[in-house]
C-alpha cells in the first residue's frame, strides 16, 4: 500500500483508471472483482475516466447519418486462443453477445470458395492437415512448401525468430512471393494489421502457433453479434458500475501529478480538462500510445532519482517511436444479400474478409442488407478517392459471389483509421513496456503494452490485467496474489511434443 493508502485506514485506497477502452475496463473489473478480507467491501475505489461520451475506445461503434444504424467503425473478431478476452466477456455475462465459428470461407478469383475447418478429431497440430487441403487455390505443390515453412516455424523457438521481420524470415524458409499472397501474407495482415515486411516475425509465429497449432479450438472465430457500443460502451460499463465502478465518461485527463523528491509520500491526483482533481493512490494509464505519451510527459521530473529519470525517457523514446498502421472498414448496403456465409476471407483481391450483417441479420431488408469489408495495412488504394476505392471492391463482390452479380450498392460510408494499430516491427517488440512501472504509483495498460500480443482485444484485456496484477503486488508485496492473466489455451499432448517452447508463458 502507498503512504498515502496506509494513512488512511477509513478508506479503501483510490484507483483512477484513464481510459475507458477495453484495457482500462479489464483492469477496472480485474481490481472490481477484489474484495477486502476485513469487511468484505470492494478492496479498492475505482474512478474510470473516459475522454469520449461513451467507453470502448477503438473497439466503438457511430450512427451513420444516412441509414440512423449504428454501425461498428469495423468489424472486430477474436480467436479461441484470446482466453483472457473470452474470460473477461463470461465474468461480466458477455459470452452470448459473441458468435463462435469453427470454419471459415476462402475465396480466391482463380478457384472461387474453399472451406476451412480443422479436423474434427485428429490432435493437434495435425487437425490442421486437412483444413488447408481444403484451400482449392493452393496447388498440392504449394501445400506440401507451405507445411513445410509451418514445421520449420514450430520447430524453431520465439527466441530464434525475434531479429526478423515475417518477410525476410518466410524468404529464407521458401516462402515465395506466390506462396506469401496466396497463404500467409492474408493471415498475418489481418492478425497484425501490416505486411510482413514490417512486422516481427515472433509476432507472426505467435499468431501461427497460438492461433492455430497450439491446440483445438485455437482457430475458432469469435464474431460479435451486437454492436461494439452495446457489448462494451454499455453493457460492461453497466456491469463495472454495479461492481461499484465510478465511470466518468466526457472527461479527459490533461495532467498526472504527484511530488517526486525521495521519500515524497504526496498523493498523485488526475487533473481534468476543466481543472477538477481526483485524488488516486493508484493511476493506471489506460489510453491508446500516443495520448500516454503527452500524459506521461506531464509528470513533473524535478527531483527524481536518475534510474527513474532514465525509465521516463526511454520510455517517452519508445511511444515516440511506435509506428501507427491503418484499417478501414467499407460499409456497404446492398438491395440483396451478397452470399449466405457469415464472413468470407477474400485471397487474391483489395478485399480482404466480408462480413454479412452479424448484428441485424437482414431483419429489415427495407434499409438494404448490410455489408461489412475490411482492409487492413496499406494498400493499392490506400491514397485513391473513396468512391475508388468502393468502385474497386464492389466490383470484386460482384465477381466473386453469384447472387452479388446484379446486386445494386444502396448506399455506402468507408471509415479509415489511420492508427488502428500499432506496427509490431521486430524493433518494437523487444522495446515494449511493462505494465509495471518504476513509480510505484504508476501503471500503465492499453494494448501497446508488453503482452506478447499484437494491437488486439485479446492484448488489452491482458495489459489491463498485468496492471491490476502490479497494483495488487504493490499493495501487498509479501502475500503473492494469483494471477489474473489466465495462460493461453492448453496445448495438447502432440502441439507439446512437436512446437518449440509450446505452452510456455509468453515473454513479458
Ligand atoms: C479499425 C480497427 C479494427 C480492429 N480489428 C480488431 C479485431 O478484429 N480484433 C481485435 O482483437 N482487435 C482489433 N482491433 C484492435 C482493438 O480495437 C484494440 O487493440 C483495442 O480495442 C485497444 O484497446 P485499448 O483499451 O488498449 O485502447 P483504446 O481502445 O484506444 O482505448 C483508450 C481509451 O482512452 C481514452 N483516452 C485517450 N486519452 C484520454 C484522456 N486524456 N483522458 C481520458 N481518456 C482518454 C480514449 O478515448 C479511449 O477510449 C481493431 C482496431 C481498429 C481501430
Not at 473478431?77 to 463462435?100: D, I, K, P, Q, Y
Not at 492474408?186 to 492461433?211: F, N, Q, T
Not at 485471397?347 to 452479424?358: C, E, I, M, S, Y
Amino acid at each position: 500500500m502507498t503512504g498515502s493508502a496506509a494513512s488512511s485506514a477509513s478508506r479503501h485506497p483510490r484507483v483512477v483508471i484513464v481510459g475507458g477502452g477495453i484495457a482500462g475496463m479489464s483492469a477496472a473489473m480485474a481490481l472490481a472483482g477484489q474484495r477486502s478480507a476485513e469487511d468484505d467491501r470492494p478492496s479498492w475505489e475505482i474512478v474510470l475516466v473516459e475522454a469520449k461520451s461513451a467507453a470502448g475506445g477503438r473497439a466503438g461503434s457511430f450512427t451513420d447519418p444516412a441509414s440512423h444504424e449504428t454501425i461498428d467503425y469495423c468489424q472486430h473478431v477474436a480467436m479461441g486462443c484470446c482466453t483472457n478476452l473470452l474470460s473477461l466477456l463470461r465474468e461480466a455475462g458477455l459470452s452470448e453477445c459473441f458468435t463462435r465459428y469453427d470454419e471459415l470461407h476462402f475465396y480466391h478469383p482463380s478457384t472461387g470458395a474453399s472451406l476451412f475447418r480443422a479436423n474434427g478429431w485428429l490432435p493437434a497440430p495435425l487437425h490442421l492437415h486437412s483444413a488447408l487441403s481444403g484451400l482449392k487455390y493452393l496447388s498440392r505443390r504449394q501445400q506440401r512448401r507451405i507445411r513445410g515453412g509451418l514445421w520449420r516455424l514450430m520447430r524453431t523457438t520465439h527466441a530464434a525468430v525475434s531479429d526478423f521481420d515475417a518477410a525476410t524470415w518466410l524468404s529464407r524458409h521458401g516462402q515465395d512471393a506466390e506462396l506469401r499472397a496466396r497463404f500467409w501474407d492474408p493471415i498475418l495482415v489481418s492478425a497484425l494489421g501490416d505486411v510482413p515486411e514490417c512486422v516481427s516475425m515472433a509476432a507472426a509465429r505467435k499468431v501461427i502457433v497460438d492461433g492455430f497449432a497450439a491446440a483445438r479450438g485455437a482457430s475458432d472465430v469469435w464474431v460479435p453479434n451486437r454492436t461494439l457500443s452495446e457489448v462494451f460502451g454499455t453493457t460492461l460499463i453497466q456491469v463495472l458500475k454495479e461492481r461499484g465502478v465510478r465511470v466518468r465518461t466526457g472527461n479527459s485527463v490533461r495532467e498526472i501529478r504527484r511530488g517526486f523528491a525521495e521519500g515524497d509520500t504526496g498523493e498523485a491526483s488526475v487533473v481534468l480538462g476543466d481543472g477538477e482533481t481526483i485524488a488516486a493512490d493508484h493511476v493506471i494509464l489506460a489510453t491508446n500510445w500516443r495520448a500516454a505519451s503527452r500524459l506521461v510527459d506531464t509528470l513533473r521530473r524535478q527531483s527524481w532519482p536518475l534510474a527513474i529519470a532514465r525509465w521516463h525517457r526511454g520510455l517517452m523514446e519508445t511511444l515516440a517511436s511506435i509506428e501507427p498502421s491503418p484499417i478501414s472498414g467499407l460499409h456497404l448496403w446492398f438491395d440483396r444479400p451478397l452470399t449466405p456465409h457469415p464472413h468470407v476471407v477474400m485471397v487474391g483481391t483489395t478485399a480482404q474478409w466480408l462480413f454479412r450483417d452479424p448484428v441485424r441479420q437482414g431483419t429489415d431488408p427495407a434499409a438494404g442488407h448490410y455489408h461489412q469489408v475490411v482492409i487492413s495495412g496499406r494498400h493499392p488504394f490506400s491514397d485513391a478517392a473513396k468512391n475508388a476505392l468502393v468502385e474497386r471492391v464492389t466490383g470484386e463482390l460482384r465477381a466473386a459471389f453469384p447472387a452479388a452479380k446484379d446486386a445494386v450498392l444502396l448506399h455506402s460510408r468507408t471509415v479509415t483509421d489511420p492508427a488502428s494499430v500499432f506496427r509490431i516491427s521486430p524493433d518494437l517488440e523487444s522495446r515494449r513496456p511493462s505494465a509495471a512501472t518504476p513509480l510505484s504509483w504508476l501503471h500503465l495498460a492499453g494494448d501497446y503494452v508488453r503482452t506478447g500480443w499484437p494491437a488486439t482485444m485479446e492484448g488489452a484485456v491482458i495489459s489491463g490485467r498485468q496492471a491490476a496484477e502490479s497494483i495488487l503486488r504493490q499493495s501487498s508485496p509479501s502475500s503473492s496474489c494469483s494471477p489474473l492473466v489466465l495462460p493461453g489455451l492448453p496445448p495438447g499432448r502432440l502441439a507439446r511434443r512437436l512446437i518449440r517452447e509450446c505452452g510456455s508463458t509468453p515473454p513479458r
